[in-house]
């Protein structure tokens, strides 16, 4: 294992913050995994997963028992980290510019079309490294204007030749879920079933260009625009990217971390990246996939105090009672009904919420959205 820290731009005189990536295997023998954890600052159980990884991964190095690469990244948000508002962490937005730290990526596909273009030939394993180098060329030329950019720079050179991306999240509460574009679900349906999902949301594209999607997605959108250029070129699926978000912000405990450690490395024993005698079996699905645009966001029609009559992972049918908004001063309660079927799968932490707020979500198996599906 070997570490390498990243210092990031200097917002401040006098301050800075390093990203820091722990690299085992080697590269170019096999597969490249890249992980990262909490580029939410606030969510902390991939944190601790990150914890429990590092071992395990340096114990089969040392066995040399790794077929490929695997990059850890533990604290993938130095900036978000460190933010805090009377005494509340402040992870989710850069103070500076109000800017999700998790959205805003770049366009990798428009930026490297026109570095490949005709170069790509017959051998669709010699087009993805060219893709690749492609990408690699456009991220050094980058010169980055804020503390922000810096940090999307940095996690996209570690992360941009990696085949598979895992990048761990959590909602405020909730059970098990998993995101990833319908491009990538037949290569990483195994690791959502690994790690018993119980919700699992696809989209071909969810808008606003997330971590996850800026890279998986740069290979679909670069070979649909081959194609309508007229360009017949193979480009394989060159990586698949998945958010995993690892129930609640609370949910931070050795034994829930221990076991998703446990699920990831049973992954990647089962893709022949980390070596064993037999390759595990996948387990049994505890859901069906849906399509995130049939996922339904619950709101409030008044203010008050939140009372949930549904429990994160309950299944509900159309109708059922979510949740009663109480108004303490004008004697009312408002009812809060689910209005498709499908797992109630996460909803927030906070008890008391404002006319309009977000309550939770369900997954509805038929697609009803459309445009930018995923929140603020």
């Known amino acids: 294992m070997h570490r390498i820290d990243h210092p990031l731009l200097s917002a401040s005189l006098g301050s800075h913050k390093t990203l820091t990536s722990f690299h085992f295997g080697q590269s170019g023998s096999g597969p490249k995994i890249y992980i990262q954890a909490s580029l939410h600052a606030e969510e902390l159980p991939g944190m601790l997963v990150a914890h429990h990884l590092r071992p395990l991964f340096e114990a089969f190095e040392a066995a ?12 993938a948000n130095p900036i978000g980290l460190a933010q805090r508002l009377d005494h509340k962490p402040m992870g989710r937005f850069e103070l500076d510019t109000s800017e999700n730290f998790n959205r805003h990526y770049p366009d990798l596909a ?30 050094q030329k980058w010169t980055p204007a804020t503390e922000l950019q810096s940090l999307r720079r940095a996690l996209l050179l570690l992360a941009h030749d990696a085949d598979f991306m895992l990048d761990l999240h959590c909602d405020c509460e909730g059970v098990l ?46 070979a649909d625009r081959l194609k309508a250029s007229g360009l017949d070129a193979p480009l394989p699926q060159g990586c698949c990217s998945t958010t995993i978000e690892l129930r609640g912000e609370l949910d931070v405990s050795h034994a829930w971390a221990k076991k998703d450690a446990s699920a990831i490395v049973a992954w990647l024993q089962h893709q022949g990246v980390l070596a064993c005698t037999s390759a595990p079996a996948v387990p049994e699905a505890r859901c069906q996939a849906t399509p995130l645009a049939g996922s339904e966001s619950l709101h409030a029609t008044a203010p008050g105090v939140v009372v949930f009559a549904a429990e994160p992972g309950q299944i509900l049918q159309a109708g059922d009672l979510v949740a009663e908004i109480i108004d303490p001063i004008a004697n009312t309660s408002q009812r809060i009904t689910a209005g498709v079927a499908g797992v109630f799968y996460a909803r927030i932490r906070d008890r008391y919420i404002t006319a309009g707020g977000e309550l939770g979500k369900i997954a509805g198996a038929t697609a009803f959205r459309s445009g930018e599906l995923l929140g603020a």
Not at 66 to 75: C, N, Q, S
Not at 119 to 129: C, K, Y
């Open 64 to 75: 040399g028992q790794i077929h490929g690469e695997l990059v850890l990244v533990p604290v």
């Open 110 to 139: 428009a930026a490297v079309e026109p570095m490949v273009g005709k170069q790509l030939g017959e051998d669709p394993s010699a087009n993805v490294r060219l893709v690749r180098l492609a990408m690699a060329a456009h991220l």
């Open 177 to 222: 879920h998993f995101y990833t574009e319908e491009a990538c679900w037949p290569q990483m349906q195994e690791l959502a079933h690994f790690l018993g999902a119980e919700a699992i949301l696809l989209a071909k594209s969810s808008g606003n260009r997330p971590i996850d999607e800026c890279l998986s997605g740069a290979w679909w959108q670069l």
